[in-house]
């Protein structure tokens, strides 16, 4: 995508998500679900960040989205913090969630780093389910949404939704800025060829390590405004299913792509609203949905639109890294293991 | 509390070699094809589901044993034939993805099929009693479960160390295209060894239902310390499983009986032992079986 164009397509979802609490009662959708669709997209972009970018698989992101929501619970509940504080415990519990299991999960790669996020992933989710007398359990935990400490003002829903949609902006800038810097491009180097960046003397651990942190920091982010939109934490965000839907929102927007995330999260968020209403068997859409997309789409919706705009040519350039992600690209069975 | 001791490692054991059973299927399709199977859940639950709707309709326990493993087999190979093939030249994370789709997919039909609940399934009267061991008293289904557990792994370890076909198999893990060149047809390894893994997991299936309870999601309930299994045991070893497996269930039936509250976390704080000490797993090679 030229500057310009991509200058103009930003402008106008932003503009169009900042007229949404006026759109949504005209579609009948409550503009919470819309400030879910912007929360989730955070999540969906902290996996895209290892997996779309570094190539790591992120099965285990739910923790950092799970622990953010009851870091923020928790604060609340017990401390009574202001809204502010809830949202900063909640990433500083996903952060550290990230320092504790990071020198673990480092220490393979390929689908080995997918088990060890999955099975590492659920020890908060049994945390979170066995602690029943501070967590509430399989039941999940209650709390008001706090006020905001400088204005003494408790939000909302429209006004909640413009909040999260600043932060959202916030952190799409600073997502965009990220994959594109020298570090990010590591990153996509480590994904196409670790050995070879190593041996271009770089630490490929270190980098690694820190694309994970500001993941679980940002999943945490996620998280943690998740639970002050519904005013309510469960396990169940802590599970691997949740990671897994994380990952297909991000293979569905588009692996690999700045937009793709926000677009697969709304396309899943108002889909699962849209259907369950209609029909009690959501769990068979969305299981048809996961073989569908893996099967005949892996390069998701923006990745297909960027890929059209080439005119069709698969090629590495330096702005595609979903390229790899075409159902084409040849990979060694086993690689990285 | 110290009379609970035995039954209870008793009870590790035989829930541990449950684990290893599943870990050594995933561990089969894993090694071959880079495919982690998230369905493996799934398709145990379906033997056992199949082998309750046929001793319902009136079969013998021992001929469901065997005939719910292998329809779930077919079913199994028709799937890798018609879904996961298409990925084995992609990365390994979509497959995983897949998978996670069919469990999903299962799991409702399942529900829509045999209710939303769990279903009662017991072992037939012969195997109803308890065994007296001298020290204690053990039941009888349990250490049924434990025999045709062992006879099951050792077949396996036969099967893929004596026989021609075992022994393509592990070749294969080591190097596909060599195996190819030298005139084996890898479609038909792939879908034999994800048979193989599959078969498994309907015994498990089926022995699990009578032991743990069947229900839609009974066998995903087994899944995850399998892939623990897997991690400690190391991929690609089939000893790995087995001992991996073993200590998993003493780790959990010791950490129910002395502190409950972490019997779920217990198996976690284990495999991260284990990676900071071998991070291949205790026994983990590259990729080779027996």
Partial sequence: ?337 | MIHDLAPQLFNGLVLGAFYAIVAIGLSLIMNLTGTINMAHGSFMTLAGYLAYSLVLRGTSFWFALIAAPLIVVVVGIVVERALVRPLYKREPFYSLLMTFGLSLIAEEVYRLIWGPNGVPFSPPPALNGTVALGFMNFPTFRIFIAVALIIAILALAFFLTRTRFGLRLRAAVQDTEMIAALGTNTQVLYAVNFGLGIFLAGIAGVLAAGMLGLSPTSGNALLMPAFVTVIIGGMGSLFGSIVGGLLIGMAISLTTLFIPAASEVSMYILMAVVLLVRPRGLFGEEGIFG
């Fill in chain 1, 1 to 337: 995508m030229t500057a310009r164009s991509e200058l103009i397509v930003s402008a106008v979802v932003v503009a169009v998500l900042a007229c949404a609490p006026f759109l949504s009662p005209l579609v009948h959708l409550d503009i919470s679900i819309v400030s879910e669709v912007l929360v989730t997209a955070l999540a969906v972009m902290s996996a895209n960040l290892l997996l779309g970018y570094t190539g790591l698989p992120a099965f285990g992101n739910a923790a950092y989205f799970g622990l953010g929501a009851y870091g923020a619970a928790l604060s609340v509940k017990y401390f009574n913090v202001d809204f502010v504080v809830a949202v900063l415990v909640g990433m500083l519990a996903a952060l550290v969630g990230g320092l504790i299991l990071g020198p673990f999960l480092l220490r393979r790669r390929g689908i080995y780093f997918g088990l060890l996020s999955i099975a590492f992933g659920q020890v908060f989710y049994f945390i979170a389910y066995r602690y029943t007398d501070v967590t509430g359990g399989e039941d999940g935990m209650n709390f008001p949404r706090p006020p905001i400490g400088i204005i003494h003002v408790v939000l909302r829903e429209a006004s909640f939704y413009y909040l999260v949609l600043a932060v959202f902006v916030v952190c799409l800038i600073a997502f965009r800025t990220v994959v594109r810097s020298p570090f990010g491009r590591t990153l996509v180097a480590i994904r196409q060829n670790e050995t070879r960046v190593r041996y271009l003397g770089l630490n490929t651990d270190r980098f690694i390590f820190v694309a994970l942190l500001i993941s679980a920091t940002m999943a945490g982010l996620g998280g943690a405004l998740f639970g002050l939109l519904i005013n309510f934490a469960y396990p169940l965000e802590l599970d691997w299913h949740q990671s897994g839907y994380f990952v297909l929102m991000m293979i569905l927007g588009g692996a690999g792509t700045v937009w793709g995330s926000l677009v697969g999260a709304f396309i899943y968020v108002i889909g699962k609203d849209i259907i369950s209403t209609i029909t009690p068997l959501w769990q068979i859409f969305l299981g048809a949905l996961f073989v569908a997309c893996v099967l005949g789409f892996p390069r998701g919706i923006v990745g297909s639109i960027q890929a059209l705009r080439r005119g069709g040519a698969q090629t590495f350039a330096d702005d595609d890294v979903n390229a790899a992600f075409d159902a084409n690209a040849p990979v060694e069975i086993g690689r990285g293991v």
